[in-house]
């Protein structure tokens, strides 16, 4: 099937964002040189929807060289690099993904990729793997299972598990250690932070910042709002981790209180209607509202909008609202991932680590998919020490071994 982009032209481009990214994911590398040899992907067809920029990218074309036919979405919009999809064009990657495409073209795009018949699927949010649930049933039979990179697809399997309609088994990569502790954390908040900064062209340090959520993504996002300068007030459902960030030395109240005060919201929860109507109420005039939460769903912009008087485009990436009472409100990124839709995503030495629990998911599921049922999977625990180990060879950083004395001591043998 011949690929859907935006121009073949723009490819010179994309290869240098590749090759850029190429020189700060030794993980991938190594992953690349191994399984090029081996091929254990050849005659199988991987469909993946991601953010499609150049790190993506590289990890599509590290599968290509394992064997795979490989077939790429965008799993957002407005993160999608059109340079470094020509790019993946030019070296055989069939894609099917153009920047700011419409909610109609996305979904086309990602049945399209449906339609190649894909035996392992690598999804972002669970957009794919619904469709396939769903209105796409009828290519579920050459599926042998998949993997889902964040938190929000990870809550959609559960749910599907959960009622017993998941049709295939699937390994919740988000929730491997090599994932979660190192780009939930240090790329979600690294990313954002820079997505908020280039887009706003404002001072972090001196204001009140109001992280809503304080799960892995929510606490690199308070981490480095400090590290900003800034006054970090925390808002939260789960009393646990109410009290983690009491402890991490924040201020912690109800989004009803903190809306009165903030300068700055992110959302990082994952759920739908974070910030609604009765706060934006109550917001300072120049608030401005950002999500790095996945779905443009955590900012009420319905809500929003009905407050307002007029909405326009005051700087790329930037919307004003014109609330009714002379108060204006600041959208970012339309509500969508800040990080990517205003950046360039999370850096490449972190998603280095994602993409290779991506890889040895997918392995995992080639090579053992008949005896797995259709469950939700955590990824085995010697993949996670394997990848953590060539991680730490590739920054020249050694470790101590135990001892078998101590070994013995621990029970390990």
């Not at 064009?89 to 449906?114: L, M, Q, R």
């Not at 690294?190 to 109001?210: E, F, P």
């Not at 006054?231 to 981790?241: F, S």
């Not at 060539?390 to 390990?412: C, F, H, N, P």
């Amino acid at each position: 099937m011949e690929s859907i982009i935006k121009d073949i032209s723009l490819a010179p481009s994309g290869h240098a964002k590749i090759e850029w990214v190429k020189n700060f994911m030794p993980v991938l590398s190594s992953i690349d040189k191994e399984f090029s040899q081996s091929k254990p992907f050849e005659g199988k067809t991987i469909a993946i929807t991601l953010h499609l920029e150049a790190k993506t990218a590289y990890m599509a074309e590290v599968f290509m060289h394992a064997g795979a036919r490989v077939v790429i979405t965008g799993s957002n919009p407005l993160s999608t690099q059109d340079d470094v999809c020509a790019a993946l064009v030019e070296d055989g990657v069939t894609v099917f993904a153009t920047h700011g495409c419409s909610a109609e073209e996305y979904d086309s795009y990602i049945n399209k990729a449906i339609d190649c018949e894909p035996n392992i699927v690598i999804d972002d949010g669970g957009d794919l793997v619904n469709l396939l649930h769903t209105s796409r049933r009828d290519k579920l039979s050459k599926i042998l299972g998949g993997s889902e990179e964040t938190t929000t697809g990870v809550h959609r399997l559960h749910s599907l598990e959960k009622k017993g309609e998941l049709e295939f088994p699937m390994i919740a990569a988000n929730d491997a250690y090599c994932k979660f502790l190192f780009d939930n954390r240090y790329g979600t908040g690294q990313s954002t932070w820079d997505g908020i900064m280039r887009t706003t062209n404002l001072v972090i340090a001196g204001k009140n910042v109001v992280i809503a959520g304080y799960g892995w993504c929510g606490k690199g996002g308070a981490m480095r709002a400090k590290g900003l300068g800034a006054n970090v007030i925390v808002t939260e459902v789960d009393p646990i981790k109410a009290i983690e960030a009491v402890f991490d030395g924040f201020r912690v109240m109800p989004m009803d209180e903190a809306a009165k005060i903030g300068d700055i919201f992110l959302t990082l929860t994952g759920d739908k209607d974070v910030i609604t109507r009765k706060h934006f109420q109550s917001m300072k005039n120049g608030a401005m509202l950002a999500n790095a939460g996945h779905f443009d769903v955590e900012i009420s912009i319905p809500d929003l909008e009905s407050l307002s008087e007029s909405r326009r485009t005051v700087r790329n990436n930037i919307e004003e609202f014109l609330l009714k009472d002379g108060r204006k409100l600041y959208l970012l990124a339309e509500g969508r991932l800040v990080n990517l839709a205003s950046g360039d995503g999370h850096p490449a030495e972190i998603m280095d680590l994602s993409f290779a629990v991506q890889f040895f998911s997918a392995a995992h599921i080639l090579h053992n998919h008949e005896k797995l049922e259709k469950k939700v999977y955590l990824m085995p625990d010697q993949i996670n020490q394997r990848i953590a180990e060539l991680k730490l060879e590739s920054m020249r950083v050694k470790i101590d071994t135990l001892t078998a004395e101590q070994r013995k001591y621990l029970g390990l043998e």
